[in-house]
């Protein structure tokens, strides 16, 4: 993972209390949902993220509960990206509309962030291609929530109160400040 570069530990709960925890969970809470939504049986585009630790915990938690819990799900296809090629209309959109095209009978598209499915285009792609993917992302932002209402994204994996996670990390700065230890903040999906 690398030094450490942070002096004070984000908890961010009992059920995620390190940053790899979170991440991982990321990826859980993406592959079950589709797990679940499928009945089990899938064909999917995946977008894993290189470059950051962060994408490998997330990537790692996607894989491992995909296997545990949709023995009958198939990655058909990855459309991997740096943050580099996240521009509109850049390198990783036009890998995901190839990627489309080869795999019409994909049944869902995993982007991980709603970067990858608002900003980057991946929503569009999804549309334009015509097919019956199901459009998966995460975070929750207003954005993605209108697409979902449009019906170009089908749900988002993980959604989390970005103020909720501000107020978090400043919980735990003061902590540190007052001499006291991080504890579980509460955070989740």
Same mark, same amino acid.
């Given at each position: !993972?690398?030094? #450490?570069?942070?002096?004070? /530990?984000? !908890?961010? =709960?009992?059920?995620?209390?390190? *940053?790899?925890?979170?991440w991982?969970?990321?990826g859980e809470?993406?592959a079950?949902f589709?797990? +679940?939504?499928?009945?089990?049986? +899938?064909?999917?585009?995946? +977008?894993?993220?290189?470059?950051?630790?962060?994408? /490998?915990?997330?990537n =790692?938690?996607?894989?491992k509960?995909l296997t545990?819990?949709?023995?009958?799900?198939?990655?058909?296809?990855?459309?991997?990206?740096t !943050?580099? /090629?996240?521009a +509109?209309?850049?390198?990783?959109?036009? @890998?995901? %509309?190839?990627?489309l095209v080869?795999?019409?009978?994909?049944?869902y598209v995993?982007?991980?962030? /709603?970067?990858?499915?608002?900003? =980057?285009?991946?929503?569009k792609a999804? &549309?334009?291609?015509?097919?019956? $993917?199901?459009? &998966?992302? @995460?975070i929750? =932002?207003?954005? $993605?929530?209108? &697409?979902? %209402?449009?019906?170009q994204?089908? $749900?988002?994996s993980?959604? %989390?109160?970005?103020d909720?996670?501000?107020?978090a $990390?400043?919980d735990?700065?003061n %902590? *540190?400040?007052a001499?006291? #230890?991080?504890?579980? &903040?509460?955070?989740?999906?």
């Open positions: !993972v690398g030094p #450490k570069l942070f002096t004070i /530990d984000m !908890v961010y =709960s009992e059920k995620y209390p390190t *940053h790899a925890a979170w991982t969970g990321w809470w993406a079950s589709i797990a +679940a939504d499928s009945g089990g049986k +899938a064909k999917i585009i995946t +977008a894993p993220g290189k470059g950051d630790p962060q994408f /490998d915990f997330y =790692s938690g996607f894989d509960t545990q819990k949709c023995s009958g799900c198939k990655v058909v296809d990855e459309v991997s990206w !943050v580099a /090629d996240l +509109a209309n850049g390198p990783w959109v036009t @890998g995901l %509309r190839n990627s080869k795999n019409p009978d994909a049944d995993w982007v991980p962030f /709603d970067t990858n499915a608002v900003e =980057s285009g991946g929503a999804v &549309l334009q291609a015509g097919g019956k $993917a199901k459009l &998966l992302s @995460g929750g =932002s207003g954005s $993605a929530m209108d &697409l979902i %209402r449009e019906g994204i089908a $749900a988002e993980v959604a %989390r109160s970005s909720w996670v501000s107020w $990390a400043i735990q700065i %902590r *540190h400040f001499g006291e #230890k991080s504890v579980p &903040l509460g955070l989740g999906f």
